[in-house]
């Protein structure tokens, strides 16, 4: 009985390694998960903030170019602009 004893907490041993095993493994799947979906998130957001940027300096350049085409039409007309100044 003594041997069955000692072979019995044995296994039980190597079950509760191979348990605690499994938590680890499990767990660093879990975090290597979690920075993988962070990276890739941050990848996507930083092509979309990109895109606005592009799209931001497109209307602001829209709009500079309009504003000095209307300022070379005021000049060109010189009634339009007062005498006193």
Do not use: Y
């Amino acid at each position: 009985m003594t041997i069955h004893r000692k072979n019995a907490a044995e296994r039980h041993a190597v079950r509760a390694r191979h348990g605690i095993a499994l938590i680890a493994v499990l767990f660093i799947a879990v975090v290597a998960t979690v920075i993988a979906l962070a990276s890739a998130s941050m990848a996507v957001s930083g092509k979309l903030v990109l895109a606005g940027s592009d799209r931001s300096a497109a209307v602001d350049d829209a709009a500079i170019s309009a504003l000095e085409i209307e300022r070379s039409r005021l000049n060109a007309k010189l009634d339009s602009v007062p005498v006193d100044g």
